[in-house]
């Protein structure tokens, strides 16, 4: 049996969550799923953003599913020290868990491609996966200097950390359309020569059936947004992935629209990227797509259940096409999108 830590946090994050865990419910009820404090509120209870108890829970979780922390800029929480502050419980919570894969679906929903800043026929159909190194590479090697008018920072990488990544990134493949475009500047750089040795040859050892090409981070940037249909799944380093993901987190239109995953050999990480939104904190007007759409990676890629996952997109897509939340231009409120999500799933196959 799984145990689910589920950490609603701060703003619209207990409403989103609360929207996740009734999806989770009807999907794995023979999930075990507990309630910990993260973030201001952890704080207001407890005096610390990351509190023992929630520390404690994380140590047997088989998965986190993460809501949204931090509060409004002239939040009093804003006044803290920084160690005090929201955003570092979701640091200490990253740290304890060790994810070194970052997952971030961009997917166009069927009949939101009005949304997109991209030409209707350009977004329909859209439906990438980015995996993201997430430990290595210029972000965080120790060598690293700034002295009078020179500075430097190294981006190294050895070969068991870009095997682990690039195996996240085939596994997901297998389940999708079997394509990975493996994203470096090996033309320049002799780190990026290695990333996509190595990434080669874990394809030619153990993923024979996954079609894999290579392509210089330059063109990707380009090709992303003047022909994204052409992506499956991506791999890349931490300060590439860092840039393509944010860059392809513009093509569905919306913020409440962006799950994502962070994997490690321990528990993941699941949570919506967008933030807390403290302006509509409270209406129950948010729009909680992206917190069951981590549900759903959640179960693809965290307890490997990727039924149970496909039930959850299905119901989805259905929701947002008969009852699109505020954000998207309709008039469905978080409970009736709920709702809609959970009769979805009650009439699926
Ligand atoms: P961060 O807290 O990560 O710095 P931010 O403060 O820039 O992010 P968000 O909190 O994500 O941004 O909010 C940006 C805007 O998007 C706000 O107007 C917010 O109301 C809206 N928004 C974000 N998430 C949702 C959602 N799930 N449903 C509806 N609106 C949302
Ligand atoms: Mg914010």
Not at 38 to 67: C, E, F, H, N
Not at 271 to 299: F, R, Y
Request: some cysteine.
């Amino acid at each position: 049996m799984s145990k689910v830590v589920t950490l609603p946090g701060d703003g619209i994050g207990p409403e989103i969550t609360a929207a996740a865990v009734a999806v989770l419910r009807e999907v794995a009820p023979d999930l075990t799923l507990e309630e910990h404090a993260i973030g201001g509120g952890a704080y207001d209870q407890y005096g610390d953003p990351l509190p023992p108890r929630t520390r404690d829970a994380l140590k047997d979780a088989d998965a986190v599913l993460l809501g949204t922390v931090g509060g409004a800029h002239d939040s009093p929480w804003n006044s803290l020290p920084r160690a005090l502050r929201p955003e570092s419980g979701l640091l200490a919570l990253r740290k304890e868990l060790g994810c070194y894969a970052n997952l971030r679906p961009v997917r166009v929903q069927p009949g939101l491609e009005h949304l997109s800043p991209l030409k209707p026929d350009l977004a329909r159909g859209v439906d990438i996966l980015i995996v993201r190194e997430l430990l290595g590479g210029i972000y965080f090697d120790g060598d690293r200097q700034i002295e009078g008018g020179a500075a430097y920072n190294t981006m190294r990488y050895t070969t068991p950390e870009v095997e682990r990544v690039a195996k996240v990134a085939f596994w997901a493949a297998e389940q999708r359309k079997g394509r990975v475009t493996s994203v470096d500047k090996a033309n320049v750089l002799e780190v990026s020569e290695l990333w996509r040795r190595d990434v080669q040859a874990l394809r030619d050892r153990s993923y024979r059936t996954v079609h894999l090409n290579h392509e210089y981070v330059d063109s990707v940037a380009m090709l992303i947004v003047a022909n994204p249909s052409r992506y499956d799944v991506i791999v890349t380093e931490n300060l590439f992935g860092d840039i393509l993901s944010d860059l392809a987190a513009v093509i569905p239109g919306s913020l409440g629209l962006m799950p994502s995953a962070s994997l490690g050999d321990g528990a993941g990480l699941f949570e919506p990227i967008h933030g807390s939104a403290p302006d509509i904190a409270g209406k129950g007007i948010a729009n909680p797509a992206a917190a069951i759409q981590s549900a759903g990676m959640l179960l693809r890629h965290g307890l490997k259940r990727p039924d149970a996952a496909n039930q959850i997109d299905r119901a989805v897509a259905l929701a947002l096409r008969a009852h699109p939340t505020r954000d998207l231009g309709g008039q469905a409120d978080t409970a009736t999108f709920t709702r809609a999500v959970l009769s979805a799933l009650e009439t699926s196959p």
